[in-house]
């Protein structure tokens, strides 16, 4: 039994397949490119010190992933300003920290001595929250 297929249907399809050809020969040619000029930056962050030949390998496969090539970038920056790379990213929600990294300051206000034990279960209350946020406190 033949199966009729709507014109405009066919058309939608027929063009959905072109476009999907041209972004497959268009990331084809990216995928060349960077395997021919992949080895070349390798090298010369070798030769600038930011990498070493032990880790051409493993350079080799990153720049085939533009995630981890911003990612090197971005810490290639910061080694150039000479800033660890830590500092290249503020630590995020849960993921730790340290409660001077995310801005804030710890200091205690309370001067009067019959008041030291109420501050002393605000602080713990604040360290509890501030642990459950992922950051460090001591």
């Keep these: 039994m033949p199966i009729t297929v709507d014109e405009k249907v066919m058309g939608e399809l027929l063009d959905h397949v072109e476009g999907t050809s041209k972004l497959l020969e268009k990331q084809a040619q990216i995928d060349a490119e960077v395997a021919k000029r992949g080895p070349a930056v390798v090298d010369t962050l070798i030769k600038q010190g930011f990498l070493n030949e032990n880790q051409r390998a493993k350079a080799l496969e990153a720049v085939k992933d533009p995630l981890k ?63 459950t946020f992922g950051f460090n406190v001591a």
């Excluded at 790379?85 to 929600?93: G, I, M």
């Excluded at 801005?103 to 713990?124: I, Y």
């Design 69 to 131: 090539v911003l990612d090197s970038l971005q810490k290639t920056a910061m080694a150039a300003a000479g800033k660890p790379a830590s500092a290249a990213e503020p630590p995020k929600l849960g993921q730790g920290g340290s409660i001077k990294e995310a801005g804030v300051e710890s200091r205690s206000t309370v001067s009067d001595p019959s008041s030291r034990q109420k501050s002393a279960a605000l602080d713990d209350a604040n360290r509890r929250f501030l642990t």
